[in-house]
Each structure stands twice: as structure tokens, then as C-alpha cells.
């Protein structure tokens, strides 16, 4: 979602009375890549671009076939085959022994079903849309279909009968998550379209605005993620501290789960230094349908909150203990504020993205792959206690 907001903010900034535009999307990939399907750049005629497609390798090539789009009208799909370690055709050595399809589209920015302007509309949305792209189409080239999770089509392509059958794939999108391109026949003719999943921006709430929250607050920021930060003391949140933060809140531990959105899309993080806030806060989000909850500070704190909650009859639920996290973040041997920030920060990112968060090298798979389908993946490799359900919350 980050480039898709920075690709629409950049086009609202081209001034169209003297420049053109167009869009490039990574719609399908054989082998190794850099970046994975989905992945976007918008390019003007002067040169310029925002996004990427690759690692620098295919964005001079790609400004050429752009400007060819710009001036004709039509999309065009560009095949970029990186298996030759020097591509003479591009002028560069790749290596990177894939095959990748690019949609080229042109942007008429008095059109309001541009992409661009398209993408402008949905960046906001808190719950997941299925988006298909036709990229080899007969004519229909560009065109793409939009899905919320409710059924509801946003938009849709002119072959009816084309749509009916993306349709059905788009449905399961929202259970596989696995984006992809596939190939449809309508009236015998061969059409690929590129299918995804387009998820909601990340959120982070930080319960506690004490200085080790603002290299938090900075790192998710940095990545395109959403960013609150609330405080019960109104000199912890002052916008000095959290320049970059989208919102700043003065609100008491009882009023959390009004003051705030919480969604599955959201990870809270608590670091306030004060047992009886966290304590009191993490009760009140074991209630909303947040998959990460961090907790700064030793196992023993958390620990003690567990025997306070028995006490008063409060049973976590082995799905609670897979998603509180106690230590927070992982173990990268931080100790500075700016190193725990990037170990918390990690986490969640291997939380949101069903990782592990090992090292690659020991990765039998494509690197960019993920599992959707397991909720288990995210246990760390090694378990000090495997009888005690705590281990698993590290």
C-alpha cells in the first residue's frame, strides 16, 4: 500500500497541462525477480519516476516502451527475460534469472477510471479488495475489475462473460490470498489477467509516549504505515516528539476501544513503563480482533499480568497467547532505543506477512512466497520451554 500511496500522491503533483504519464505493473513473473507481481512505478515524459519494478535494471527500458504508450494511447505488456547474465538487448547485466511481464498504461488524467486515479479512491479502505488487470486482452487490454469481500463490484470489465469467470477467482482471493496471473478463453479467445489482493495499510497503535516510542513511531511511518500514538500524560505526546505521527491522542486507558479502530489489519504495541497501563490496556485489547499485541519488558512483567487475569477469572485462549507478544520483538540482540525500535518493528512485519523471520539463506523457497494458510508459521524456530504455552509467545 505504500506505493500505491506515493505513486497517487506524485500524480497529483504532475502538472498534465504540460506533461504526460503512465503506470507500469509487474502483472506476471517466471523464475526469480526483484520485486513481485503487483509491484508499480508511475513514469512522465520527462524522465521521472516514482516506484519501482525492479532494482534499477528494467526502469530505463521501461521509460522508453512508457514513452511509446504516452504518445499512442494504448497499454502495452513489455517481456523482460533476466536469465541472460548480460542482456545486450537492455543494455545491462541482470542475472536475475526470471522472466517478468510489465502492463504499461497510459494516464489520461481527465478520465476518473484512470488506474491512478482509481487507486486514489481505494488507498483509504480498511478492509481488503480483489483487484484483476487484464494485461494480454485482445482489445481489452487495461481494463480491470475491482472486488470488496462483501461481493460488491467497484468496477468490471466490458466482456461480461469475462467478468463472470474473474469473478469466481476474485471470491477465493480473499481465503488463498495468493496473487497471480491466469489465463481466461472467451469465445475462444486466450485473455491473461492478473489477479490480487490489495490489503488495507498497516496501522500501529503505540500505547505510551515515552522517548523509546519515537524510533518506533518513525520506523513504522518510514514503511507506509499508519501510526497513533496515545498517552494518559499529555506531555509524553507532544507533536515534537512524534513529527511524523497521524495522530496524537489524550485518552484514558477506559476509553480505548472507542477512541480507536482496531482492526485485523492493526498491531498494538505497549510500552508505557507503567505495569498497571499495560496491564489495564492489554484486558481491553483481548477484546478487539487485533492479531499483535506487543509488550515491552521482561517475561516476568506479562507473567505476572497472567496471574492477576486468572485471578479474576480472565482465561486466554491459545489463539490470545499466538498473538501476544512478551518479550516484544525479535531477537536481533538490540539494546539501544533505535535497535529495539527495528527488532519491534521486524516482528510485526513478520507477523503481518505470516514469516518466521529467520534467516533467508536457511529459506528452501522463493524468497517473496507466502504461506496464507498457516497461522503456525510465526511460532520461533527455537522454543526454550515446549511444555509451557509462554514459550510461544516470544
Not at 530505463?60 to 512508457?66: E, F, I, N, P, T
Not at 509524553?236 to 512524534?242: G, L, R
Request: include cysteine.
Amino acid at each position: 500500500m505504500k506505493d500505491f500511496k506515493a505513486i497517487v500522491a506524485a500524480y497529483q503533483q504532475v502538472d498534465f497541462s504540460q506533461r504526460k504519464a503512465a503506470l507500469a505493473t509487474v502483472v506476471k513473473v517466471r523464475g526469480s525477480s526483484y520485486r513481485s507481481p503487483g509491484a508499480r512505478m508511475l513514469i512522465t515524459d520527462d524522465g521521472r519516476w516514482v516506484g519501482s519494478i525492479s532494482g534499477g535494471c528494467l526502469e530505463g527500458d521501461a521509460l522508453r516502451k512508457a514513452r511509446t504508450v504516452m504518445t499512442s494511447g494504448t497499454p502495452m505488456t513489455v517481456t523482460y527475460d533476466t536469465r541472460e547474465e548480460s542482456n545486450q538487448n537492455l543494455g545491462i547485466g541482470l542475472g536475475c534469472n526470471g522472466v517478468i511481464d510489465v502492463l504499461i498504461e497510459p494516464i489520461d488524467s481527465n478520465n476518473e477510471e484512470n488506474p491512478v486515479a482509481k487507486f486514489g479512491s481505494l488507498i483509504n479502505t480498511i478492509k481488503p479488495l480483489a483487484l484483476a488487470t487484464i494485461f494480454d486482452g485482445f482489445g481489452y487490454t487495461g481494463e480491470k475489475l475491482i472486488l470488496i469481500d462483501s461481493g460488491e463490484l467497484i468496477s468490471t470489465f466490458s466482456n461480461k462473460s469475462l467478468a463472470a469467470s474473474v469473478q469466481k477467482d476474485l471470491r477465493n482471493l480473499f481465503e488463498t490470498k495468493k496473487s497471480e496471473a491466469k489465463k481466461y478463453t472467451v469465445e475462444g479467445i486466450y485473455i491473461d489477467v492478473f489477479i490480487e489482493l490489495i490489503q488495507p495499510s498497516l496501522s500501529l497503535i503505540i500505547f505510551g509516549g515515552g522517548f523509546d516510542a519515537r524510533p518506533v513511531s518513525e520506523l513504522a511511518k518510514s514503511l507506509g504505515w499508519n501510526v497513533s500514538v496515545t498517552d494518559e500524560c499529555v506531555a509524553h505526546i507532544a507533536p515534537i516528539f512524534f513529527p511524523t505521527a497521524d495522530k496524537l491522542s489524550l485518552c484514558q486507558r477506559e476509553f480505548i476501544d472507542r477512541d480507536f479502530e482496531i482492526t485485523p489489519y492493526t498491531a498494538c504495541v505497549l510500552m508505557s513503563h507503567n505495569y498497571e497501563y499495560d496491564r489495564d490496556v492489554l484486558k481491553k485489547l483481548l477484546k478487539t480482533n487485533t492479531p499483535y499485541i506487543g509488550i515491552l519488558g521482561p517475561r516476568k512483567r506479562f507473567d505476572k499480568m497472567l496471574t492477576e487475569f486468572n485471578s479474576q477469572g480472565i482465561v486466554l485462549t491459545e489463539q490470545d497467547f499466538q498473538r501476544i507478544h512478551s518479550p516484544i520483538g525479535l531477537d536481533i540482540g538490540a539494546e539501544a532505543p533505535d535497535e529495539i525500535a527495528l527488532s519491534i518493528i521486524s516482528e510485526i512485519q513478520s507477523k503481518f506477512s505470516n514469516r518466521s523471520g529467520g534467516f533467508l539463506k536457511y529459506h528452501a523457497g522463493p524468497i517473496h512466497q507466502r504461506d496464507p494458510n498457516s497461522d503456525q508459521v510465526f511460532k520461533q524456530v527455537y522454543v526454550a520451554d515446549t511444555d509451557s504455552k509462554k514459550s510461544l509467545v516470544r
